[in-house]
């Protein structure tokens, strides 16, 4: 069974266009993300949602929207689409460990988004 | 300049050589994490350590706290350990990356 799931695996899309990448774990961790790798392969986070609620917001366009309708499940939705945005998407999940950190963190396989 | 810093950006070796890879990171961290990532795109997580040495396999990871500097060692190098190789460090709920190391293993 695959830990955390991402779909779909490769999106080539229009500019302009209205897009969601939907994520989910089966893993019970409470935490949730998505992180963006760039074409230089450079990984920077956007969101992270524990137990459904929103965590962290890293100055990211507002037409990037999450939405966690349940702890297991994180998407991604993102509107008008620019060339810019054409890079691979992560989700990830962890556990929620307080003072000490999180736990392990396990990753999706990422999603390629491709602007046209 | 990066939060987090990695050494070498890309290395290659011959099978069977001992590999070094190393993380400076200048912000407080909870743990510190090494991760896998294969030509195909995903992501492995190795080791998660906040003191000390942890090893794997032929792998070993060992974090200087007081210094902010981990280490990757691979030893007895083999052509499928050539990927990326990611340290990254847990802050404030929120994992922030090293620019990676391509190692590249020749038979």
């Known amino acids: 069974d695959t830990a955390v799931s991402q779909t779909p695996k490769y999106l080539v899309t229009q500019m302009g266009n209205d897009k969601s990448i939907k994520c989910e774990q089966n893993l019970g961790h409470d935490t949730m993300y998505w992180y963006k790798q760039d074409s230089k392969k450079f990984l920077k986070i956007m969101f992270s949602y524990n137990n459904k609620e929103l965590i962290i917001n890293e100055t990211v366009p507002n037409r990037f929207s999450p939405k966690s309708p349940d702890k297991a499940h994180l998407n991604l939705h993102i509107n008008s689409l620019e060339l810019g945005d054409s890079a691979v998407y992560f989700c990830?999940?962890?556990?929620?460990?307080?003072?000490?950190?999180?736990?392990?963190?396990?990753f999706g396989s990422g999603t390629r988004l491709t602007v046209v | 300049k990066n939060e987090v810093e990695q050494s070498p950006q890309n290395l290659t070796a011959q099978e069977g050589e001992f590999i070094t890879i190393n993380c400076s990171y200048s912000v407080g961290i909870s743990a510190l994490h090494w991760l896998q990532q294969h030509p195909g795109g995903g992501i492995v997580s190795l080791f998660m350590?906040?003191?000390g040495k942890k090893k794997h396999g032929r792998l070993i990871a060992t974090i200087n706290i007081q210094e902010k500097h981990s280490s990757l060692h691979i030893t007895a190098s083999h052509p499928r350990d050539s990927a990326v190789y990611i340290c990254?460090?847990?802050?404030?709920?929120?994992?922030?990356f090293g620019t990676g190391t391509r190692l590249q293993v020749f038979p």
């Open positions: 990830a999940s962890s556990q929620r460990g307080g003072a000490s950190g999180n736990y392990g963190y396990t």
């Open positions: 350590l906040s003191s």
């Open positions: 990254a460090v847990g802050n404030t709920d929120k994992l922030i």
